[in-house]
């Protein structure tokens, strides 16, 4: 299986160059975020006529989030248990949810296309909500890795969050001053580590941003981030054969302000062959 995901800033502006690129790059399992739309809205003929079915979750032209596959969709679920909600001016966890989380079980992996809140700024109440939402996707995972330890899960998308220094290197995002970047948001992407993931893309691309910011010339100048991430259980990191950050998505006309990230699976052959292992 080869799974990417992508922020894609609006799929109806952007549906033409994200179907491309799936099929160009063989995506077998697309996840999105940022798609702007509501599910009735989804430009799902596109995908069709390249072989891939779509589950969307959206309410309006804000955040939204999606999955295209080639194999059925089965199993979909528009949050996990115990996301929090938000809105202005509103507190209290009755506060209505967005549209963040969609997840499925695809070819046995549970796939998740998630869309971290932004947090706005350190003393925002969205950044509170932020680290909330972290905290209960933390409390998911180790619940559902500790019911099935065997479980190929993988916990996709734009994480907003810059976990390391090496993964900053915008000038303007300043650990003390910015969100992305906080100790508490950082704390928050280690718990997930903790609860049973592992980014199983930094081994094998060491280097490269996913988000460059689209002022102040910050893609010619390599000004960006990596936030954009693909987090796995032990059974699915064990299993990536491959990976990819495409910068080249970057470039072009009308581009998200983000480029895919992929990984290849082979979650058939035996375990002690002589593929590349996650650690």
């Known amino acids: 299986m080869r ?14 160059r994200t179907v491309a690129f799936a099929v160009r790059e063989h995506i077998d399992v697309l996840a999105m975020q940022e798609i702007k739309c509501t599910p009735e809205q989804f430009p799902y003929a596109e995908f069709e006529e390249a072989g891939y079915f779509v589950s969307a979750h959206g309410f309006n032209q804000w955040n939204g989030v999606a999955i295209a596959s080639r194999e059925p969709i089965t199993d979909v679920e528009h949050a996990f248990p115990g996301m929090p909600g938000f809105a202005k001016g509103h507190n209290g966890p009755d506060a209505p949810q967005e549209a963040r989380a969609i997840g499925a079980t695809i070819g046995g992996v549970k796939v998740w296309s998630l869309y971290v809140p932004n947090g706005r700024s350190l003393n925002d109440p969205h950044y509170f909500y932020k680290l909330d939402w972290l905290s209960a996707l933390a409390d998911y995972t180790r619940s559902t890795l500790e019911a099935n330890p065997d479980l190929p899960m993988a916990l996709v998308g734009d994480y907003n969050i810059a976990p390391t220094d090496e993964d900053n290197g915008d000038p303007t995002v300043v650990v003390g001053a910015t969100t992305h970047v906080s100790p508490p948001e950082r704390e928050a992407f280690a718990a997930l580590e903790q609860a049973g993931l592992k980014d199983v893309v930094r081994p094998l691309v060491p280097t490269g941003f996913t988000y460059w910011d689209y002022k102040q010339l910050r893609f010619p100048r390599n000004e960006g981030m990596r936030i954009d991430f693909i987090l796995g259980s032990h059974r699915l990191a064990d299993n990536v054969t491959g990976a990819q950050i495409h910068r080249n998505e970057r470039k072009g006309e009308i581009p998200s302000d983000h480029v895919p990230v992929v990984v290849d699976l082979d979650l058939t052959g035996p375990d002690d062959d002589d593929r590349p292992m996650v650690f």
């Not at 799974?3 to 033409?16: D, P, Y």
Request: aromatic share 8%; hydrophobic share 50%.
């Open 3 to 16: 799974l990417a995901t992508w922020n894609v800033n609006s799929i109806r502006a952007r549906v033409e």
